[in-house]
């Protein structure tokens, strides 16, 4: 930007360093938490007391000014982040939101109705099941811990991480094994 | 509510439960100059010069007709020059005289492209 060069507010390298910060940001690293939270009971208790100082444990740094809290999926409870003023999102741990989830249907709908909002992305989550829909703001920050799906018990950390996309972090979808591929005859 | 009170209840960008159509699974790479805005943003705030908030309210002073044209990239630039305009941090002219620079490099990078010396292939 020029007009800092001019005024020395900010330099074109500060720049140039945050495009690399932002870049270096994406749901890998969300993945990389989860899985140390299905793996590691104590840093799961922490990771729920204080996201924010968990992810930092990992060597995740936090480049904003915001507080991250983590909302536990269990057989009774599915949650789901949204930003419904605006695009809000955790981007220390995600990296940019998806253009969805900043536009307009899925910011008003998914608070009013996140099982119609769950169904159009393929997930049915039963009644007896409460969802809970957290709204994000300028300084708070959430994030989702799916449910490990069962089955995986064998599973080693980079298996598992696979199974963590962006979208079961968000609470759109669950965490699952991948179906065997049908092969026809 | 009546009209007038959801009018003066909800600014442009307070959605929240309000009636929408389907979700459009859309998502792009981000061009190189909306990453270069992102970037500027979390440096502008960085330096305690544009917060997340103030952010979020120059958006939604762009009003309704320019919030639903513009894309979302287009709209934060707009909406950081307009605060830095309120923050007496840079003016108009200065604005406008930057663009015009940076306007005239490009045309001189198309000459240069246009010229068969310079083309490649």
């Known amino acids: 930007m020029s007009f800092s060069s001019a005024k020395k507010l900010i330099g074109p390298e500060e720049i140039r360093r945050q495009i690399e910060v932002l870049d270096s940001r994406t749901p890998a690293l969300g993945a990389q938490v989860v899985v140390k939270a299905w793996l590691d009971p104590t840093f799961r208790a922490r990771l729920l007391t204080d996201g924010r100082a968990a992810c930092e444990e990992l060597g995740i740094s936090f480049y904003d000014d915001t507080r991250l809290i983590v909302l536990e999926n269990t057989d009774k409870v599915h949650n789901l982040i949204v930003c419904t003023l605006c695009s809000c999102y955790p981007r220390p741990v995600l990296g940019l939101p998806p253009d969805w989830y900043k536009l307009k249907p899925y910011r008003a709908r998914a608070v009013i109705e996140p099982r119609a909002v769950l169904a159009e992305f393929g997930t049915h989550i039963p009644d007896d099941v409460e969802i809970r829909v957290s709204d994000s703001t300028a300084m708070v920050r959430y994030l989702v811990l799916p449910l490990r799906p069962e089955g995986t018990e064998a599973y080693t950390e980079a298996q598992l991480a696979a199974l963590v996309t962006r979208d079961t972090m968000i609470g759109v979808v669950r965490a699952t094994i991948p179906r065997p591929q049908r092969t026809s005859l | ?121």
């Not at chain 2, 330096?47 to 009003?63: C, D, F, W, Y």
């Not at chain 2, 934060?76 to 923050?87: D, E, T």
């Open chain 2, 1 to 121: 509510m009546t009209d007038t009170s959801a009018l003066l209840n909800r600014l442009v960008n307070d959605i929240g439960g309000a009636q929408a159509g389907p979700i459009e699974q859309v998502e792009h790479q981000l061009e190189p100059w909306e990453k270069r805005c992102h970037a500027l943003a979390d440096v502008l705030d960085f330096h305690k010069i544009i917060n997340t908030e103030e952010k979020r309210r120059g958006v939604e002073s762009l009003g309704e007709v320019a919030i639903g044209k513009l894309t979302y990239y287009e709209r934060w630039i707009a909406a950081f020059a307009n605060i830095l305009f309120q923050k007496a941090i840079l003016t108009p002219t200065e604005l406008a005289r930057q663009m015009d620079l940076v306007a005239s490099r490009s045309t001189s990078d198309e000459v240069r492209s246009n010229d068969p010396a310079v083309r490649s292939g």
